[in-house]
Every structure is written in C-alpha cells, then in structure tokens.
C-alpha cells in the first residue's frame, strides 16, 4: 500500500491561503470540481471519486487515524472506465455513507500536495499530503506537514481530524 501524511484544518482565511500557496509551489494551481462517494466497509474508508472535467474516475481505499496533526495514511488506489455502473454494484453490495461535492485547488510543493478545499455544506479547508515513498521516514513527513502550515499560517487551533464525511454525517460516526 501506498503512504502519505495528511494534515487537515478549517481555512478561515482562504483567500490569504490562496495568494501563499502559489509562493510556495512551481506550477500554477490544478482545479477540479469532484465528488466523492462514500460506502460503510468494515474497516478504514472507500470512495469512488468523480471529476466534472473528465478527469478518470478512480476507487480510493485508505485507512488512518482521526486525530488532530499530522497521521500516516495508507492508501489504494485504482482507475474506474464506468464511474455509474460502480457506483451502482458498490451502493448494492455496501450501504452509501455519504457524498462529499466539493471544489479542491491543487499546489504542488516538492512531495508535498496542497490542496485548498470548498466543501459544500461544510466550508474552507486546508489539508496536505506529504507522499512518502516506499523508505521514507514518516515523522520526517510529519514534520515537513507541520513546517508547511507554518508557512502558510495555519493555527494548530484549526486542525480537523475527521474526513470531511464524518463531518457531514456526524450521527453516522458516532453509531
């Protein structure tokens, strides 16, 4: 499986993320519009994502922790050719958690993915993925994630340890 560390925060400030994050990356920002649905597995969480660009749809598998601050996030990942018809077979076989629409601007910075998030029904979010690759330490990427969102000015007060589903469906995560 794959790893990254993750790091997520409320963006109270958005617009001021906005003008940093392109300070700090080489490329101008990746912008997707995309929709994830979620579906009750019996460990960790799975969604198929879905662009409205025409971007290829993929299944997303990962499992980590929900806590504040940096966590390690193992992950799968893999291509879907018929988004609707696996939506289908997957909301037959597993009970749909929940959707998450939202519009996400993507800053590269090294390893490290800045993504600015609008969250429909949630708000502004700021969340990193530091990849790691296959010997990497991961308090290194923990502590590349914690110097990042000093940089930007994130607050430790504004950290977020849930996924956004969780979030929107707070009843489903405490059952």
Do not use: C
């Not at 109270?12 to 649905?37: G, K, S």
């Not at 429909?120 to 290194?140: H, K, N, R, Y």
């Amino acid at each position: 499986m794959a790893r990254n560390i993750e790091i997520k925060a409320r963006a109270h400030q958005f617009d001021q993320l906005r003008e940093r994050a392109p300070a700090l990356a080489t490329d101008a920002p990746l912008v997707f519009r995309q929709q994830d649905f979620f579906y009750d597995v019996p460990t960790g969480r799975l969604k198929l994502r879905q662009f409205d660009d025409g971007t290829p749809s993929e299944l997303i598998f990962y499992q980590r922790d929900d806590r504040d601050g940096p966590k390690v996030s193992y992950y799968t990942r893999s291509p879907v050719t018929n988004p609707e018809a696996m939506h289908s077979l997957l909301s037959q076989a597993l009970s749909t958690r929940g959707i998450v629409s939202k519009e996400r601007h993507v800053y590269i910075v090294g390893r490290t993915r800045i993504h600015l998030d609008r969250v429909d029904g949630l708000g502004d979010f700021i969340e990193l993925e530091v990849l790691l690759a296959q010997d990497d330490d991961e308090a290194g990427g923990e502590q590349e994630a914690h110097d990042m969102f000093k940089q930007l000015g994130v607050e430790t007060h504004d950290l977020v340890p849930l996924a956004y589903v969780d979030l929107l469906n707070p009843a489903a995560e405490a059952a």
